[in-house]
């Protein structure tokens, strides 16, 4: 019923094809409210600011023409640099002079003016100006408006006045014609806006569509598809990423299946081994103290087999969550090696294995317990692929500037293309047989462990001659030893009495444990005389039946 009602809803998303909140829709209105935008402007410009701003221009050209003569002004060539000006901008130009005894002098009328208009225009201006050095202002009439500014100077008992004027042509015909032009410059102006918006917000979105529509199909669960980021970088970098995540997740579930294989196949092994001895210890092996002990034997070495399968994977899990913790210290490489020869040599001389040690005295700065972890690993994966050649070379020397530590075996071998996934979790090279033991995850530990440490790691091998695999150590200088040497002093004497308290409690929980191990030793051995009792009664019953009937 839950699938019927999401399966409706897509149906009715894909039949939705307006959305408000879609990059398409937001897109096209964001590029369309920047055109209208424009085109406002463009008329608020035309309609309010074109009149006064052509006044204004018009004032600055007079005013620049006024300040250029009155610069000038006793120069030679004057008359012909003012007419030039008053040609260009259509400026009339006019000066005046006023001596100590105010007598007015016209120097230069540039204007269509009479005397007597020019000395009225000169009263208008010193009136004007009042106490300033310069004035504008305008006038307006029938004809029309003009713009007059005027300046002053004064040297030797006279003022000169520099006057300047310019008539403002009426622009309300132009603003007419300008405007049916800008409704017809908007209306183009709209259609085009409109095919843009629609066709660069489509551009935009369709990748981002397409990509929603991959990750509906990938949240179904099809692994198979992929992500197309269009032309865009950002886009193309978020496919690329996607695409990588497909690819992992294809990994992931390859390696849960391999998985779901591999520890059933191990778990099941040990369990029944379990399962068998422990009935025939019950069925026919209770009475036989030796074949008993032999089942015990068996049950605890594959229990052992089952912890060490258990362990490798909670270890693993730790390694790669980052959640494990590392205790980093100086110790001598050589020793965890030495103890390890007792070991192998101890379990597998009678098999008629031989196991060669060839090791150098080095200090490193490591993990300890996770150093000796890798190597167990190691040896234990020359050993389980070593087939026939019973013979493993072990070394630690030094290699450049690292100590290499080497485990080489002389059996099947590993091809060029499996030794680029040989450290990967679960992984079994095509040439390995299933009888091998193991929980395909001890070089996964390897890496992981390596990796921590920048510890160079590796395999070199062929096809039907062996393998070595080698792990590169750092050794630590001898001033560095000593200081550590002494840091762990410190750290000691700061914790005896904290250990003194640890193992006082420790010891009272090692009582609790001890007298509830007895408890359940006791009940075992109660369950299972009476269990012996119950089995004796019932052959005695039998007989004595038997001895009836006969």
């Given amino acids: 019923m839950e699938w019927d009602i999401n399966l409706k809803s897509n149906k009715s998303e894909n039949k939705k094809r307006f959305d408000p909140n879609g990059v398409m829709f937001l897109t096209f209105i964001r590029f369309l409210a920047i055109s209208v935008l424009i085109v406002f402007l463009a008329?608020?410009?035309?309609?309010?600011?074109?009149?006064?701003?052509?006044?204004?221009?018009?004032?600055?050209?007079?005013?620049?023409?006024?300040?250029?003569?009155?610069?000038?002004?006793?120069?030679?060539?004057?008359?012909?640099?003012?007419?030039?000006?008053?040609?260009?901008?259509?400026?009339?130009?006019?000066i005046f002079r006023i001596n100590s005894e105010n007598e007015i002098q016209i120097v230069y009328n540039g204007t269509r003016s009479t005397s007597e208009e020019l000395k009225s225009m000169l009263n208008t201006a010193v009136f004007r100006l009042g106490a300033n050095a310069t004035a504008s202002y305008g006038n307006s009439n029938s004809d029309g408006k003009t713009v007059t500014v005027v300046s002053k100077s004064e040297a030797s008992g006279e003022t000169t006045y520099y006057y300047g004027n310019s008539f403002i042509t009426p622009v309300d015909s132009t603003i007419q014609v300008n405007s049916l032009l800008l409704l017809i410059i908007t209306f183009i102006s709209c259609i085009i806006s409109v095919v843009m918006s629609f066709y660069y917000s489509r551009k935009i979105a369709s990748p981002m569509q397409k990509m929603a529509k991959s990750a509906k199909q990938l949240s179904n669960g099809n692994l198979n598809v992929e992500f197309d980021g269009g032309e865009y970088t950002e886009m193309q970098q978020l496919a690329t990423t996607l695409n990588y995540s497909i690819s992992e997740l294809k990994k992931t579930n390859e390696l849960r299946k391999d998985v779901l294989s591999n520890v059933s196949h191990e778990l099941k092994t040990p369990l029944t081994m379990i399962k068998s001895y422990g009935e025939m210890m019950r069925d026919l092996h209770l009475d036989d103290k030796e074949k008993l002990k032999q089942d015990i034997s068996v049950i605890l070495e594959e229990s052992d087999r089952l912890e060490y399968l258990v362990n490798d994977m909670i270890?693993?899990?730790?390694?790669?969550?980052?959640?494990?913790?590392?205790?980093?210290?100086?110790?001598?490489?050589?020793?965890?090696?030495?103890?390890?020869?007792?070991?192998?040599?101890?379990?597998?001389?009678?098999?008629?294995?031989?196991?060669?040690?060839?090791?150098?005295?080095?200090?490193?700065?490591?993990?300890?317990?996770?150093?000796?972890?890798?190597?167990?690993?190691?040896?234990?994966?020359?050993?389980?692929?070593s087939k026939e050649q019973k013979q493993i070379d072990i070394s630690l020397k030094k290699c450049g500037m690292c100590y290499r530590f080497s485990v080489k075996d002389y059996g099947i071998g590993i091809s060029a293309e499996d030794q680029q996934h040989i450290f990967e979790k679960h992984f079994r090279s095509n040439n390995a047989k299933r009888v091998v033991v193991g929980s395909g995850i001890g070089l996964s530990i390897v890496k992981e462990i390596c990796d921590y440490h920048n510890y160079k790691f590796g395999v070199e091998s062929e096809l039907g001659k062996g393998s070595t695999f080698f792990v590169d150590f750092f050794a630590v200088a001898s001033d560095q030893i000593e200081e550590e040497n002494q840091n762990l002093q410190n750290k000691q004497l700061e914790q005896k009495t904290e250990q003194k308290a640890i193992k006082t409690r420790k010891s009272r929980q090692k009582l609790k444990n001890w007298a509830k191990i007895k408890s359940i030793i006791n009940l075992f051995a109660i369950n299972l005389l009476a269990n012996n009792l119950a089995k004796r009664k019932s052959i005695f019953k039998k007989r004595c039946f038997l001895f009836l009937i006969s």
């Fill in 43 to 94: 008329w608020i410009s035309e309609v309010i600011f074109y009149k006064d701003l052509y006044e204004g221009v018009k004032t600055n050209d007079v005013k620049d023409a006024v300040q250029f003569v009155e610069k000038e002004y006793q120069t030679n060539g004057l008359n012909r640099k003012i007419y030039n000006i008053a040609t260009k901008d259509n400026i009339n130009i006019a």
């Fill in 315 to 385: 270890d693993l899990s730790k390694l790669q969550s980052k959640t494990m913790t590392y205790n980093m210290e100086n110790f001598n490489l050589a020793e965890i090696i030495k103890k390890l020869k007792i070991f192998y040599t101890s379990k597998y001389k009678e098999k008629g294995w031989k196991i060669n040690f060839d090791c150098e005295d080095v200090i490193v700065h490591a993990d300890k317990k996770r150093i000796e972890q890798v190597m167990i690993n190691l040896i234990n994966n020359a050993i389980n692929y």
